[in-house]
């Protein structure tokens, strides 16, 4: 899962250098917006899982990407929050089902507003 999540930092750093990682309305909506209004309602799964991935975005992802409109995430941005992350997070699997979770988001909202 960290690879994925690596994987997409080094599609999205591509993305950002070609201009491409924009959101067609504008990009205006923040990701915890994006979050509240069309990822979270469309989750499904466990209620279990449902809780982890509930947890990890309310307590990692929205207090430090959050209030950053889609247009304007960079990888510089999130080159900072998996530093944040190994600094502050001690367990390994968790900062990888975070990074996960984000990454799950992310490539959402790109698919969302791609089209």
């Not at 999540?5 to 080094?10: C, G, Q, S, T």
């Not at 699997?93 to 799950?104: F, H, T, V, W």
């Amino acid at each position: 899962m960290l690879e994925d999540a690596k994987a997409w930092l080094r599609r999205a750093a591509t993305d950002e250098e070609r201009g491409e990682f924009v959101d067609p309305r504008d990009g205006s909506v923040t990701l915890a917006d994006y979050i509240a209004t069309h990822w979270t309602p469309g989750r499904g799964g466990a209620p279990k899982t449902q809780d982890s991935q509930e947890r990890r975005t309310r307590l990692h992802i929205i207090p430090y990407l959050g209030q950053l409109p889609l247009r304007s995430i960079a990888a510089s941005d999130l080159r900072a929050f998996v530093a944040n992350l190994e600094s502050t997070v001690s367990s390994v699997d968790y900062q990888r089902g975070i990074l996960s979770e984000l990454s799950s988001i992310l490539e959402a909202a790109r698919a969302r507003y791609s089209d």
